[in-house]
């Protein structure tokens, strides 16, 4: 006796935990043109925080042979008595016409199965007329629009204006090329001291190792020309037209005695080189240089080297005709500018036009 009570206790137990999961299944449209789509709703109600799996899909994948399934997406509402309703949402298709009969589906509640009733989907084509195919007409060939002035007439006369304002830019740019161009070129003239352009000089010869060499009558006219353009430069006279004792008159004239005894002798012996054949040696060549280089130091003025501009003068008509010729470019360019901005402005209209 009592073992029958707990198998009917068990009964009325499992009946209980049955009675609180409800499974339901449906189409939203149970007939479908080939092509189209519809869902399939398989929900379950059950406790909250049961565990419930449905069954799973992957896209493309048949359901049944001739049905594919798109897509599932889920959601969960709240139902009754602490109840949950959990829905799966699969999207269907097919491309053959048929009567479907979609299986039965199985749906784990807590670890036990649940299934569904078994569904059907019709697919059914567009019905075609194949008697009176007269009544099917292909497609149309695309059909030119009329042509109208009033659309293209605006680009016309920008077109033509467009030709016009090129035409005076070739014109003017025509004269501009017959006529020689007015350019003033600023000169930028370095002015170098005295002394520096002297010592310049004297370091060239040192470079060419001139108190060196057999030719003894190049080195003392190099080394004395340097001497008398420096002392015509730094004193005023004319020194490249003198002769060495006027030179050394001049200086002792000037009130500037220095270095004088040794200039002396410097000019001396390069009159001596020059004039009689006279061989110095190659200790006396360096001396005489350094002397000329210690002349140049002690008589040279602080003075820097420095910039002068030199602008060229125009006549009156020379300016009249650069301040045309300025002009005349600033107006060809602004043509150009135009009509560069017509082009891009007709172009883009008739394509819209097009």
């Known amino acids: 006796m009592k073992r029958f009570l707990l198998f009917i206790q068990l009964i009325l137990s499992t009946l209980a935990l049955s009675a609180q999961v409800q499974i339901e299944a449906n189409v939203d449209s149970v007939a479908i043109l080939v092509g189209e789509q519809t869902r399939l709703n398989l929900s379950v109600t059950a406790k909250e925080g049961s565990k419930v799996i449905f069954p799973k899909f992957k896209p493309s994948q048949y359901i049944t042979p001739g049905v594919e399934v798109l897509e599932q997406t889920g959601d969960t509402v709240d139902a009754d008595n602490d109840m949950k309703k959990m829905t799966m949402h699969y999207t269907l298709t097919s491309f053959d016409e048929h009567l479907y009969a979609i299986p039965a589906m199985s749906v784990k509640v807590d670890g036990k199965t649940y299934k569904t009733n078994t569904l059907a989907l019709k697919v059914i084509t567009i019905p075609v007329d194949t008697v009176h195919p007269g009544k099917f007409f292909p497609p149309k060939d695309v059909q030119d629009n009329p042509f109208l002035w009033s659309e293209w007439s605006g680009m016309f006369w920008l077109s033509m204006l467009m030709i016009l304002i090129i035409g005076a830019a070739m014109y003017m740019y025509i004269r501009l090329k017959q006529n020689k161009p007015i350019i003033t070129h600023i000169k930028i003239v370095k002015h170098i001291p005295p002394h520096q352009r002297a010592l310049n000089a004297i370091e060239k010869i040192k470079e060419e190792k001139m108190q060196t060499s057999e030719d003894q009558k190049t080195y003392y006219t190099r080394l004395t020309d340097t001497l008398r353009q420096y002392i015509e430069e730094r ?10 004792s006027d030179i050394i008159f001049h200086l002792k004239e000037s009130g500037d005695q220095k270095m004088i005894a040794e200039l ?14 006279y061989s110095t040696l190659i200790n006396e060549n360096d001396l005489n240089l350094v002397n000329a280089v210690n002349f140049i130091d002690q008589t040279k003025t602080d003075s820097l080297p420095t910039e002068e501009r030199i602008v060229p003068q125009l006549s009156e008509g020379e300016q009249q005709a650069r301040k045309s010729r300025i002009t005349i470019k600033w107006v060809m360019w602004g043509c150009i500018v135009a009509a560069i901005a017509l082009l891009v402005y007709v172009v883009y209209n008739l394509y819209l036009l097009i």
Do not use: I
């Open 235 to 244: 004193f005023g006279f004319r020194a490249m037209e003198m002769t060495s």
């Open 264 to 277: 002396t002798e410097l000019f001396q012996t390069a009159d001596l080189v020059k004039f009689a054949k």
